[in-house]
């Protein structure tokens, strides 16, 4: 017991740092802060037994190997996917949660901290961005495109489909139906607004401005901009490497680039405390 609040105490005060690091420092998190908490994590484990270290360690390699992949293609930071290997290390099975006795049969618990993480992000980032125009890159526009409002119908349709295949062979508890509302409702308002609330999350920056890790927003970029960086590059893609900054040296062209991006880290600590307090919030819809 005692060791299990150690673990939880450790996982709270590293998910914090990243958190604070990501609000506070301009989503730079220290490479000293990473290498340090990832070598705690390995040390958890190794501590925790023999058993639970394989377990640990092998669902560690499993989100290590998925989440380098994403952040290669570009859609996250590489500290966020540092962040969800330690937080695995340290705690790689969802426990009973602190304020319900709900089973949660053996599950990760990053399992549980990606969902309720999901949950938060898909409310606090339109909310944000949509009043936070005034970051917005000035990109034309006509209107909600109609594929967007389509994809909000067929979204709408799949969740009421959802909610009936539950109430008609499950039990649907008013605490199920919360949660799928939860996920339900931005999800079908999202895609509306997608192009707003990615235009609030970027801003044109030089090639000379531009650093490693940096993420283009290629949505953004005109066709002869995204054409010419490809000419001048191989290595160009949402994520900017230092191969690509090589080849961009002498060019003053601006691109545009995720600057605001919203605070991955802090939306992981969210998810974590909501997994440590209630447990997988699916296990909580019937």
């Known amino acids: 017991?005692?060791?299990?609040?150690?673990?939880?105490?450790?996982?709270?005060?590293?998910?914090?740092?990243?958190?604070?690091f990501d609000v506070f420092n301009k989503r730079n998190v220290p490479n000293i802060f990473v290498y340090a908490a990832l070598a705690l994590g390995v040390a958890v484990t190794l501590l925790n037994g023999v058993y639970t270290a394989e377990i640990s360690l092998a669902i560690a390699l499993v989100v290590g190997a998925a989440g380098y992949a994403i952040y290669r293609i570009g859609y996250w930071g590489a500290g966020d996917f540092f962040e969800l290997v330690t937080i695995s290390l340290i705690l790689p099975i969802q426990q009973t949660p602190l304020l319900l006795s709900v089973n949660q049969y053996g599950m990760p618990f990053l399992l549980s901290v990606f969902i309720a993480?999901?949950?938060?992000?898909?409310?606090?980032?339109?909310?944000?961005?949509?009043?936070?125009?005034?970051?917005?890159?000035?990109?034309?526009?006509?209107?909600?495109?109609?594929?967007?409002?389509?994809?909000?119908?067929?979204?709408l349709a799949m969740y009421l489909l959802l909610f009936?295949?539950?109430?008609?062979?499950?039990?649907?508890?008013?605490t199920g139906a919360v949660i799928l509302a939860a996920f339900a409702i931005p999800s079908v308002v999202m895609p509306m607004y997608e192009s707003r609330i990615t235009q609030s999350m970027a801003k044109p920056v030089s090639a000379k401005e531009l650093e490693e890790g940096?993420?283009?927003?290629?949505?953004?970029?005109?066709?002869?901009?995204?054409?010419?960086?490809?000419?001048?590059?191989?290595?160009?893609?949402?994520?900017?490497?230092?191969?690509?900054?090589?080849?961009?040296?002498?060019?003053?062209?601006?691109?545009?680039?995720?600057?605001n991006a919203a605070p991955f880290a802090l939306f992981i600590l969210i998810g974590t405390?909501?997994?440590?307090?209630?447990?997988?919030?699916?296990l909580l819809i019937v």
Do not use: C
């Not at 609040?5 to 709270?12: D, Y």
């Not at 898909?122 to 594929?147: C, D, H, M, Q």
């Open 117 to 155: 993480a999901g949950v938060s992000a898909v409310w606090i980032v339109p909310l944000y961005y949509l009043s936070a125009g005034r970051n917005a890159v000035k990109v034309k526009s006509k209107g909600i495109a109609t594929e967007k409002k389509i994809l909000s119908i067929v979204m």
């Open 273 to 282: 405390v909501i997994s440590l307090l209630l447990g997988n919030l699916m």
């Open 1 to 20: 017991m005692l060791a299990i609040i150690v673990n939880i105490a450790l996982l709270l005060a590293i998910a914090i740092a990243y958190a604070a």
């Open 214 to 259: 940096d993420m283009l927003a290629l949505n953004l970029m005109d066709e002869k901009d995204i054409s010419y960086f490809k000419r001048r590059s191989k290595h160009f893609g949402r994520l900017v490497t230092n191969e690509f900054l090589n080849d961009l040296r002498n060019s003053d062209r601006k691109l545009q680039v995720y600057r």
């Open 164 to 174: 009936f295949v539950i109430s008609s062979f499950f039990r649907l508890s008013a």
